[in-house]
């Protein structure tokens, strides 16, 4: 099962703190985020990751000889659905992707490795009590999920906040199986819509990956989710960072590097 870190673009609500370098190396608790990832790829049993980089891939390269790296050139006119099928080469066994600015621990891997689904993802139920202090990230800005059970119904940001299950967190697992109706999708829709505009996005390539499963679902593609009640956390934008900063470090207040 091979891990997928998708992190090309730059996070520029981040300001400052990546004029210099990659969003994935701000530090938490005297870390850096990637850290904190791999630290919870290795940690459920995972190897070192494919990493699609874009914005500063050179440094990312220097640091971290071990993972393997694709490189989303175009990153600046593409968007996380682009940026992980840059990566379709390693999808094949199976795959766990997951975004560059998040932290997470090793328990929400192990929940959608175990499941049996050939496409899990990984939803935060408690989601709002964390947007309770995330004035510059509202919302309506949240991957919002709708399920029946642990069958995913709806997929996608306008959806009424009280009538989700919860956030995709960003982390996601695709079997063997998984993975290759994944392709098949990918390379149907792209075919049709390549440079025009797809469903909210301004044009196919501007696209979440989001939008491509819930166009999955439409197809009726049986996606599934597992719960984290926390063991999560997103950073988007300073504010966002502040508090992993406070919130994410006395949890687990690890600050030696691995």
């Known amino acids: 099962m091979q891990p997928i870190i998708i992190g090309a673009g730059r996070g520029s609500r981040l300001n400052a703190l990546t004029d210099e370098q990659p969003k994935c190396y701000a530090p938490v608790g005297g870390r850096p985020i990637l850290d904190w990832i ?25 640091d971290y000889p071990a993972m393997t790296f694709c490189h989303n050139a175009a990153w600046k006119n593409n968007n996380i659905l682009a940026s992980l099928f840059h990566a379709e080469e390693h999808m094949a066994g199976g795959f766990v992707c997951a975004y560059s600015d998040i932290l997470f621990r090793d328990t ?8 049996d689904g050939d496409i899990v993802l990984c939803v935060d139920s408690h989601w709002r009590e964390r947007y309770t202090e995330r004035s510059q990230h509202p919302e ?3 991957e919002k999920v709708t399920a029946h059970g642990d069958r995913v119904a709806e997929i996608g940001r306008n959806i009424a906040a009280d009538i989700v299950a919860g956030e995709y967190i960003g982390v996601a697992r695709f079997s063997a199986q998984g993975a290759a109706t994944l392709r098949e999708h990918y390379h149907r829709v792209r ?6 505009p797809w469903r909210i996005a301004e044009v196919f390539e501007k696209a979440f990956l989001i939008e491509l499963i819930q166009e999955m679902i439409e197809q009726g593609v049986v996606i599934h989710m597992v719960a984290t009640e926390g063991d999560y956390m997103e950073i988007d934008t300073e504010q966002d960072y502040a508090l992993a900063n406070e919130v994410w470090v006395k949890s687990f ?3 030696e590097a691995p």
């Open 140 to 142: 309506t800005d949240a």
């Open 191 to 196: 075919d049709q819509h390549a440079g025009k």
């Open 253 to 255: 207040p690890r600050t």
């Open 38 to 62: 791999l630290e919870s790829f290795s940690d459920a049993g995972l190897g070192d990751p494919v990493f699609v980089g874009g914005y500063r891939i050179e440094m990312i390269r220097d």
């Open 108 to 115: 929400v891997v192990r929940r959608a490795l175990e499941h």
